[in-house]
């Protein structure tokens, strides 16, 4: 734990309030507490920050007061370790709390602060609920259960939910200008009408699922910088992306750019929204998901519209963006030209290369991982070569024996270029390959034009030298390329 809130210490940042003329108090005792620290941790998306700190007294009382209010939002209450609560915090000149170690949010006294009461009755009502339905849902879990009891069960627990979502509803009814209100609307999900008109169960599920999208974020203000200071907005496009939007890089960024047209309605929420985004889509390791990436990167990581970061940052950004951008699913695969194992014979990737699947394929002989996966590469386009029309396009960094020796001992049946030793030891012969037409600097440089940080990398394009998928292993190119073979014989 000592790791923990170091780490919180660390990350601390302080953000932009609002101005109060009168001071604020949080004022808290809690029975079971001495002489310790008390931090007050806030959140920012899914992360928390150390914001505040106070020390509880001997009597278990613990202040924070100042001139300037917390910016609104959720905050934790932390100590000896571990996190205790959470409060609503929202400009309210005085919050007085009271309550002990047994349970904290069942045995807690609001003495002032209409925010917190009607947050802590919501958390009170939900506990309640928790442990009337524990012994419904062990029953679910019982393997005895018979499927008409479940089914009863799941009922059952539907109207808990209902029951809950209508106590939401009617806390925002009764208290429209209540922070705890935007809350419960920011975490409300659609649900979709039963479309009992439509007989056809697939088209009814279509329709289900197209209102749920269409309507996820109905209830969002984005406008309203205090939902990027709980977890709540975090989770909502989290989920979005994760579990609604369907996975394809189009799909996804068609939404992209949708959330982050909404999100221009406050500074701090697309801020939030676009770094995010980006870093959630860099990370990805899932194919296609670094097009994503780009096209938030080359869009709104700019110097017009990313006024959190600085110039370095951006560029950096915009450098790999740039990179990925022509590599996408989808685009036509840059043109090579480089030179075949006879030294004699340079090979164009897009004209001298016929065949309705063309795997692109770059490594190199003291690679390690290449050393694998090579010869099995070798061995699965052995096993389809008279069913599937497939070349392959082999690219290595230098035309030595090394590379030659490999290609002979592991039967690598491809199409084996590499970049020309004289390249490296005099540039005016590079230079004059170019300029006599036999290749170019796209091929010379073949490690930056197809950004190749790490080997193998294998591409699979289609018949007009399109990508159809890239970051590829060999079991992976396997089942790419069946589901292309059963696409095609489909149609």
């Known amino acids: 734990m000592k790791n923990l809130l170091s780490t919180l210490l660390i990350l601390s940042i302080s953000f932009a309030g609002f101005s109060q003329k009168t001071d604020y108090k949080i ?5 079971g507490i001495k002489e310790s620290p008390c931090y007050l941790i806030n959140y920012f998306g899914q992360q ?14 613990v202040i924070f007061e100042g001139k300037e209010h917390h910016q609104g939002g959720i905050y934790g209450v932390y100590t000896d370790g571990k996190l205790l ?17 047994n349970d904290y949010v069942g045995n807690m006294k609001i003495k002032t602060s209409k925010e917190n009461q009607v947050f ?58 209540l922070f705890v209100s935007v809350i419960f609307k920011t975490m409300k999900e659609p649900k979709a009408p039963e479309f009992s008109e439509i007989e056809n169960d697939s088209l009814k599920r279509l329709m289900k699922y197209e209102y749920i999208k269409n309507h996820f974020f109905d209830d969002v203000d984005f406008s309203d910088a205090r939902i990027n200071y709980t977890p709540l907005y975090h989770n909502k496009i ?9 996975p394809m890089p189009d799909s996804i960024i068609k939404e992209v750019d949708m959330i982050v047209n909404k999100a221009k309605a406050n500074d701090e929420i697309f801020k939030y929204t676009v770094h995010h985004l980006l870093s959630y889509y ?38 790999k963006a740039r990179k990925i951008f022509p590599l996408m699913i989808g685009k036509q695969a840059i043109n090579l030209t480089l030179l075949d194992t006879s030294a004699k014979n340079w090979v164009n990737l897009t004209k001298d290369v016929k065949a309705d699947y063309t795997v692109l394929v770059f490594w190199d002989p003291d690679c390690g991982h290449c050393k694998k996966e090579l010869p099995k590469l070798a061995h699965y386009i052995d096993s389809i070569k008279t069913t599937v029309d497939v070349k392959v396009y082999s690219v290595s960094s230098n035309h030595n024996s090394e590379w030659k020796k490999f290609i002979v001992d592991n039967n690598l049946d491809f199409i084996n270029v590499a970049v020309p030793k004289v390249v490296y030891k005099d540039q005016q012969k590079a230079t004059e390959l170019i300029l006599s037409g036999k290749t170019d600097l796209k091929s010379l440089n073949y490690n930056t034009t197809y950004d190749i940080y790490t080997t193998p990398q294998v591409y699979l394009l289609d018949k007009t030298k399109k990508i159809i998928a890239k970051k590829l292993d060999t079991d992976l190119l ?14």
């Open 48 to 61: 928390r920050y150390y914001k505040d700190t106070a020390q509880f007294n001997n009597d278990g009382l």
């Open 120 to 177: 802590f009755d919501h958390l009170k009502l939900i506990s309640g609920k928790q442990k009337a339905s524990q012994p419904l849902r062990a029953k679910l879990a019982n393997k005895e259960t018979s499927e008409k009891e479940k089914k009863k069960i799941n009922d059952e627990l539907t109207a808990v939910g209902e029951e809950i979502n209508t106590y939401r509803l009617n806390v925002v009814k009764e208290n429209p200008n």
């Open 282 to 319: 860099e990370k990805s390791k899932i194919m296609g998901m670094d097009g994503v990436f780009a096209h938030i990167g080359l869009n709104y990581y700019t110097q017009d519209l990313a006024y959190w970061a600085d110039s370095v940052q951006i560029e950096k950004v915009q450098d």
């Open 478 to 491: 396997k089942t790419v390329i069946s589901k292309e073979e059963a696409r095609k014989n489909k149609i």
């Open 27 to 31: 004022k808290m005792k809690i029975d």
């Open 85 to 101: 609560f959470e409060i609503v915090i929202n400009g309210e000149k005085l919050i007085d709390l009271e309550t002990d170690t």
């Open 238 to 246: 989290d989920k979005y992306f994760k579990s609604i939007v369907y």
